[in-house]
């Protein structure tokens, strides 16, 4: 039997709040990641879509269908039975080339200066560590990952820039993400993948919370054939399974 | 496949159902109608599922010419709809031959009108499983955009409808609603006592900054706790309080997720009426119960539901089982205009 403090609050009477501590913290989200998956796989009449946060799970619902009552029971029992070794254990692990180049990464720089690292050692920390999907949102691929290591955490500019180009990585504090399509944004730029993180022709995202997000350093030249690749629809992400390292 | 020529593309109109909601989960926003009761009303009265893709549109409506004979419905605001320059009634199944062209006058009252159409809708390409149109990310509808003059939009044409001189439902009396009821919103208790009853006392208005994302309300600021808060996903009818201290009202293409303490969430039966307030309206926040909520929601969808069953009995009365081109003649002699 697991302890973990939760509650529910409605959302309106067509949605419920699944809330958990307001912290940000990998275990904590993958039991939500892991209870939003199994409510769905339970194919409950009335329930259309959940969205699962940082501290919570938001559970969209077709109020004369189902009630907030049996929906707080059947959620009651999977986080009861949640498995949280099973949970890490199953994570996807998911490569993203990253071309770290001056021209795609401005503030590699400011940021190499501010964790008193050469830009080479700066690139071999943020490649080293496994990033954690923690939500996703606002908008459609871009993901909430952490947690970045604290020496080279910089803060976010002071004035966003108008326009970072779609595929900018960059970080903000702890936070790193990878921008889906063209938008303003204040994060610091580290350098761009070649991949198209979204399309609107072809919408389906190749992440997802709950996945774990690992940069690899890859040359211009390699971007540009990367980028070839991929636009043809022939570039397959490298995938493993966190459990099989 | 016929289509529906664009001849004046009106303000802002878009393709929507009732919105993309499995992918919220991946940051896909919803979309879909604004107010979704008036999108259920125009698909019941052509005979279409409620999830069918109609024509949402704002302030004034475009100019269509119809290429094949087909029936349709207008719902919504107060959109004075003609055909071929002669005035037609909202909330009625009206049959359309080919070359007919509908159009509207500026909107008298409410912001939000649907015209669907029979026979399943506007037959765009489905997207992630909706024909919802996502502006901000080119998403879904035609093209993912607004019409424009010359769009073609695609339907099946349709020849004969059940129960066609039935199919009308009243159209209410349009008054301010006065009260928007609410319930507790997840972070209802970060707020003072103070601002929580200065909340459901004060008087709001809809502001000028009111679109499809969502509605910032102008009335006295409420104090705003000071609490950081990290992003958690958002509902239809949220209404958030932002760091000015005043609210915005989330509505059909809001971000999925969002980090400003939720007060309270407009409760589903009155989100249509909501929608359609014109700024500059008084009203108050009243709270209710979630269970009250729940009712007042079945009450509204009896109201369809009865609708559709008073279709379906009239549907069998004389004259049965005519030809499709007698069908047709008739249809065009009920509506004087064969």
């Known amino acids: 039997m697991n302890a973990y403090h939760y509650h529910y609050v409605p959302m309106g009477e067509s949605a419920l709040d699944l809330v958990l501590p307001n912290k940000i913290d990998v275990g904590q989200n993958q039991l ?15 329930v259309t879509a959940i969205i699962p946060a940082y501290h919570t799970l938001t559970v969209n619902f077709v109020a004369s269908l189902v009630t907030y009552g049996q929906l707080t029971q059947v959620l009651d029992r999977l986080i009861a039975a949640f498995d949280p070794q099973q949970a890490a254990a199953n994570s996807r692990v998911l490569a993203i080339p990253v071309c770290y180049d001056g021209e795609f990464g401005p503030d590699l720089a400011a940021v190499a200066a501010y964790g008193h690292l050469s830009v080479a050692d700066l690139i071999q920390m943020h490649t080293q560590t496994k990033y954690f999907i923690y939500m996703m949102g606002f908008l459609p691929g871009f993901a909430y990952m952490g947690t970045v290591p ?77 980028q070839a690749l991929d636009l043809a629809g022939k570039y397959q992400i490298k995938q493993t399974i966190l459990g099989d390292a | 496949m016929a289509t529906i020529e664009v001849l004046n593309s009106g303000f802002a109109a878009t393709v929507q159902d009732l919105g993309r ?20 009303l125009a698909n019941l009265l052509v005979n279409n599922d409620a999830n069918a893709a109609a024509l949402e549109f704002i302030l004034a409506g475009p100019t269509l010419q119809f290429q094949a004979p087909t029936f349709i419905a207008i719902t919504g605001a107060a959109s004075s709809p003609s055909l071929n320059g002669q005035p037609i009634a909202l909330n009625q199944a009206i049959a359309i031959q080919a070359g007919d062209q509908v159009q509207f006058a500026p909107m008298a009252t409410g912001r939000y009108g649907y015209l669907a159409v029979a026979n399943g809708g506007l037959q765009v390409p489905m997207v992630l499983g909706s024909r919802a149109t996502t502006l901000k990310i080119q998403l879904g509808g035609l093209f993912g955009r607004t019409l424009a003059v010359g769009d073609a939009l695609p339907f099946e044409p349709c020849y004969v409808l059940p129960s066609l001189a039935h199919r009308h439902a009243p ?44 509605y910032q309300l102008q009335g006295e600021p409420l104090p705003v706790p000071t609490e950081n808060l990290i992003s958690e996903g958002t509902v239809l009818g949220n209404i958030q309080i932002t760091r000015n201290g005043q609210p915005i009202v989330l509505l059909a293409d809001r971000q999925t997720a969002g980090g400003y303490p939720m007060i309270a969430t407009v409760i589903g039966a009155d989100l249509a009426s909501f929608v359609q307030m014109s700024a500059g309206e008084d009203f108050q926040f009243e709270l209710t119960a979630l269970n009250t909520a729940r009712a007042l929601l079945a009450a509204q969808q009896q109201v369809l539901t009865t609708l559709a069953a008073s279709f379906a009995a009239q549907k069998y009365q004389a004259p049965v089982g005519p030809a499709r081109t007698g069908a047709q003649k008739l249809a065009q002699i009920i509506t004087h205009r064969g």
Request: proline letters at 8%; a positive charge.
């Open chain 1, 32 to 46: 939500i990641q892991t209870v939003g998956q199994q409510l769905l796989a339970q194919k409950i009449a009335g």
């Open chain 1, 150 to 226: 604290k020496q080279i955490a910089m803060p976010r500019l002071d004035k966003p820039r108008a326009r970072l180009e779609p595929g900018s990585v960059g970080i903000a504090g702890a936070q790193t993400g990878m921008y889906p399509v063209a938008s303003p944004g204040g994060w610091r730029l580290l350098g761009r993948t070649p991949l198209q993180l979204f399309n609107a022709q072809h919408p389906q995202l190749r992440y997802q919370a709950g996945d774990y997000i690992q940069f690899t350093a890859i040359s211009k030249t390699d971007y540009r054939r990367i």
């Open chain 2, 21 to 40: 909601y499995q992918y919220q989960s991946a940051g896909f926003p919803v979309s879909g109608a604004m107010d979704q009761a008036s999108l259920k």
């Open chain 2, 171 to 214: 159209v209410p009396a349009v008054k301010a609603p006065g009260h928007i009821r609410v319930l507790k919103g997840p972070q209802w208790d970060l707020f003072t006592p103070a601002a929580q009853s200065q909340f459901l006392q004060q008087t709001y208005q809809i502001s000028q900054q009111a679109d499809r994302m969502g």
